[in-house]
Every structure is written in C-alpha cells, then in structure tokens.
C-alpha cells in the first residue's frame, strides 16, 4: 500500500502539470516564467528546503542546457546553411520527385529511421526541421503532414533500436545480446513507425491549423519557390553528405565507446561525440555550403548570427522544462512513482513498461525513465530466466516514450519549431508519442509470447 506522503506527492505533481497546460494554453502566459513558477510551486508543496529549491531548479536547467543549447546552436546554423544555399531543397525536390507529393510524409518517416539511430533525439531534429519546412513550403502540406512523420521516426529509434545510445543503455543493464535487440527492435520499431507517423500524421492534419507565419520556417527554408527553381542547387548527393557527416561521426563515436584502446580510440570518442560531430558538420557546412557557392565569409557571419536569433526562447523552454523534470525527482515525486509501480503485482514485460512510463511522465527524459526503469527491473529479471533481455529493453524504452508533455524538452522543442499552441502541440506530438510507445509494447508482448 502506498504511504499517504507519496500519493499526496503524487496529486500534488497531477495538480502542477495540469496547472502548467493551463496558464500557458488558456491564460495565455509566458510559458518560460509559468514553468519557473510552477516549479518553484510544487518544490515549496513537497516540503522541500528553501535552500534547495532554486538550486535543484538551476541543476535541471544547467544539466539540461548543457547539452542542448550547443546542440540547438550547431544544428540552426547547419540547417541555416542548407536553406540559404538552396541544399534543403535539393533533398526536398529529390524525396518529392522519388515518392511524389502525396506520398512524401513517407520519405519523411524514412530520413527521420535512419537519420536518428545513432543520434539522440534533438540531434536528428535540428538536422532534419530544415528539410521538413522545405518540403511543407514546396507541396503546400500541412507542417504536421510532413513533420510528425519524421519525429516519429527520430522518436522510435531513440527508445527501441541500439546503437541508440538511450537504447544501449537498457541493452547493457539486462545484459540483453545487441544484434537480436537490433533486429526485434527493428521488426517492433518500423511498423510502430508507420502508425504513429504517416497513419497518425494523416489523420490528424486536417484539424490542425497551423498559423501561416512561422518564424523558425522563416529562417531554416528558403521563402521563394521560383528563386529556388531557377538557380543553381548544390548537388543531392554534398547536401546529403553533408547532413549525414555528423551522423556518421556519431557512429564512429558509438563503436568506438563500446571498445577498449589507446589515442585514436579515444579521439574517435572524441570526434564523435554530439557536440563535436556537429561543430564538424557546421563548419563542413560553411565551406562545402557556403564558401564553395560563392557566399562570402561576412555572409557566412550573418546567416549564422540570424539562424540564432529566433532559438532563444525554445533554448529556455527546453531547459526550463528540465528544471521542471528536477523538481519533480528531488522533490520525491519520481520516488513515489517507482513505489507506486512496485506494489502492483504484474508481469515483468508490463513491469518494465509501466516503470518507464511512469518516470517518463514524472521526469520528461525518457532516457532517465529508460535507465531508472532498467536498474530497478534487471535484479528481478534475473530470477525470471523465461523472459527474453532482449524483449525486456524494448519493452522500456517503449515506456520511457509515453506522452511527452510541459516538462519535456523535446516538447517545447516541436511546439516552437512547428509553431504550435501547448494544445495543438499534446493533441499532435504527445499523442503520437503514445502510440508509439503503446504499439511497441503491444507488438513487444506479441513477440514474447511467439517465442
């Protein structure tokens, strides 16, 4: 039975989140001030110390930021470039001419599998919005048509396929084989794909109604059709390579961690870490996309200072939101949830789901859900020898992607780029996010009693 202190916690945390989606989407306030408050709020009603609210705020925040704010920067200045230099629609014109303008959702869904395994989720994002814009702007689809295909698919392979580095983390802690843990996640993760992307995206669409402006399309494609059509574009294959050069390092990266060695390993950690992968990419980009098509290195300038511009507000949502997420997990509530999880008596698969699930939407980081999840169901896996590790990594990180909501980054990473309302925003990406993880887990116990 769960003691009175958690389930208070646990209202309180329902009461906050629900308070959040209400003063941003219906008191139309600043949602950057509203998440701080909020915060501040729930800290003060679990009883934590003065003294360490603002600071485990701070912490999410910083330890947030960290990591995405250079990832957000390198990825606007690439896609920048690719825009200016008319290589975002180069990949447009070509995925348009190879699946037709019908079907283009399909490409996106595609780009967005391949692209994202080896990055995390916000890499693959930033490198791929750009493409997502153009290729709204030149079919005239609806950017939730075009876009949520691709986060669909950026979002499958971050929580079910190594060499996601999310996903081999699950993979490492139940000790679970990585070649049939790609493979089941591949057999799971393409069809969840296809659902949750183009199926879901088709459905959804005709009742969003995206503003017209968008401030981030404004920058990351390019504004004129008939420019675009009469000069020279650079070639699919440099603008291809030079979306995938980051990706690749990243690979070399993820090999690279998984072995033992002397200096050129640890250069290849280095090299293919994500900050650096795509500080590479940037520059690559300067040259190959800027200089080599004429643009001269004060233009080079100012398309990288305004490519910054219009990412501040979303770089302060996300990290706002993962002070959100460090309120919730000092304050206990992130405690209260694994207690809650762990007196219910049920099946180890669906343990390990609800575990991710329930963490995921106490803390907005799947990969903590995923890590947290993983740790406390691997000692009971052990004396459970009938359940596959393998189904078992799958099964949490299909939890760890449950309905992304006000204290995920990758939340307010989309409602900003797509320029959608809080609502728009839980009715397009956080439902998709469900799907994904509910059909996973559906098709992950599928499998398990295949075998």
Not at 31 to 50: D, E, H, K, N, Y
Not at 90 to 111: C, D, N, P, S
Not at 153 to 167: E, R
Request: proline content about 5%; overall charge neutral.
């Amino acid at each position: 039975m769960i003691d009175p202190h958690s389930l208070y916690l646990l209202i309180a945390a329902f009461v906050a989140v629900v308070g959040l989606i209400l003063l941003v989407a219906v008191a139309k306030l600043n949602p950057f001030i509203t998440l701080l408050v909020v915060s501040l709020v729930l800290a003060v009603a679990a009883g934590m110390p003065p003294d360490a609210i603002l600071h485990s705020f701070e912490a999410g925040l910083g330890g947030t930021l960290a990591h995405i704010a250079v990832v957000i920067a390198l990825g606007t200045m690439l896609g920048k470039m690719m825009a200016e230099s008319g290589g975002a629609d180069q990949i447009a014109y070509t995925l348009i001419r190879l699946f037709g303008e019908k079907h283009v959702h399909w490409a996106m869904v595609v780009i967005g599998l391949i692209v994202g395994l080896p990055a995390f989720f916000e890499v693959g994002f930033v490198l791929l919005i750009p493409i997502a814009f153009t290729v709204a702007r030149r079919t005239r689809t609806s950017l939730v048509m075009v876009g949520l295909p691709m986060v669909a698919g950026l979002s499958v392979v971050h929580g079910l396929v190594p060499p996601h580095p999310a996903a081999m983390l699950a993979v490492t802690i139940f000790h679970a084989d990585v070649g049939r843990t790609i493979f089941y996640g591949l057999m799971i993760g393409i069809p969840t794909a296809i659902i949750a992307g183009p199926i879901y995206a088709k459905l959804i669409a005709p009742h969003i109604q995206l503003a017209e402006e968008n401030p981030m399309a404004e920058q990351l494609a390019d504004t004129d059709p008939e420019d675009a059509a009469v000069r020279a574009l650079p070639s699919f294959g440099l603008t291809l390579f030079t979306i995938l050069l980051p990706v690749f390092l990243m690979l070399v990266g993820s090999w690279a961690s998984a072995r033992r060695g002397g200096a050129v390993i640890e250069t290849l950690r280095f090299v293919g870490n994500d900050d650096m992968a795509l500080l590479i990419g940037a520059l690559f980009s300067f040259y190959a996309l800027g200089t080599r098509r004429g643009f001269t290195r004060q233009t080079i300038l100012r398309f990288s200072n305004e490519s910054l511009a219009p990412t501040a507000m979303v770089t302060l949502l996300v990290g706002a939101g993962g002070g959100f997420g460090r309120i919730l997990q000092d304050s206990g509530v992130a405690h209260a949830v694994i207690t809650l999880a762990l007196h219910s008596h049920i099946p180890l698969l669906f343990l390990a789901w609800l575990l991710a699930a329930l963490m995921r939407l106490a803390t907005g980081s799947a990969t903590v859900a995923m890590t947290t999840a993983a740790g406390i169901v691997a000692p009971i896996a052990l004396h459970s020898p009938h359940v596959q590790p393998e189904l078992l990594a799958i099964a949490t990180g299909a939890g760890s992607l449950i309905f992304s909501h006000v204290n995920d980054g990758g939340f307010w990473l989309v409602k900003e780029y797509f320029n959608m309302s809080v609502v728009e925003t839980i009715k397009t990406w956080s439902v998709c996010e469900t799907i994904i993880s509910v059909v996973a887990f559906l098709l992950t116990l599928a499998m398990s009693y295949a075998h």
